[in-house]
Nanobody, 116 residues
Framework: EMQLVESGGGLVQAGGSLRLSCAAS????????IGWFRQAPGKEREWVAC??????DYSLSVKGRFAASSNRGINTLYLTMNSLKPEDTAVYYC???????????WGRGTQVTVSG
C-alpha cells in the first residue's frame, strides 16, 4: 500500500525557512511524479511543485524560493522553503501524482504558519 507521511511544518517568521519531509512507504517513488500541494484556510488546494528524478516544476508563486529534492536511500522527499511569506501559510501535502484530480495517494499534510 502506497503511503506518504509529511513532517517538518511549524511556525516561522516571514523571511525564514523550513524544510518539509515526505516519507514514502509501500512503494518505490522512482518512476512516479511526486506533487507538493498546499491548502490555505478558505481556499482551494493549490499545486506547488512537481518532482521527479529528471525534472522539477514549480508554481509561479514559489518559483525561486522553494526547492524539491529527494533522498532515495531513505525513500524520502523534501520541500525546502526559503524566504517564506505570510501568504505561504497553509497545510502542505505531498502526493503521488501532480494533477490533483489524478493523485494516487495523498499524505495527511503538515501545517506551515508564517507570521509577520
Amino acid at each position: 500500500e502506497m503511503q506518504l507521511v509529511e513532517s517538518g511544518g511549524g511556525l516561522v517568521q516571514a523571511g525564514g525557512s523550513l524544510r518539509l519531509s515526505c516519507a514514502a512507504s509501500g512503494f518505490d517513488y522512482d518512476g512516479y511524479a511526486i506533487g507538493w500541494f498546499r491548502q490555505a484556510p478558505g481556499k482551494e488546494r493549490e499545486w506547488v511543485a512537481c518532482f521527479d528524478e529528471s525534472n522539477t516544476d514549480y508554481s509561479l508563486s514559489v518559483k525561486g524560493r522553494f526547492a524539491a529534492s529527494s533522498n532515495r536511500g531513505i525513500n524520502t522527499l523534501y520541500l525546502t522553503m526559503n524566504s517564506l511569506k505570510p501568504e505561504d501559510t497553509a497545510v502542505y501535502y505531498c502526493a503521488v501524482g501532480c494533477n490533483s484530480v489524478a493523485v494516487l495517494t495523498w499524505g495527511r499534510g503538515t501545517q506551515v504558519t508564517v507570521s509577520g
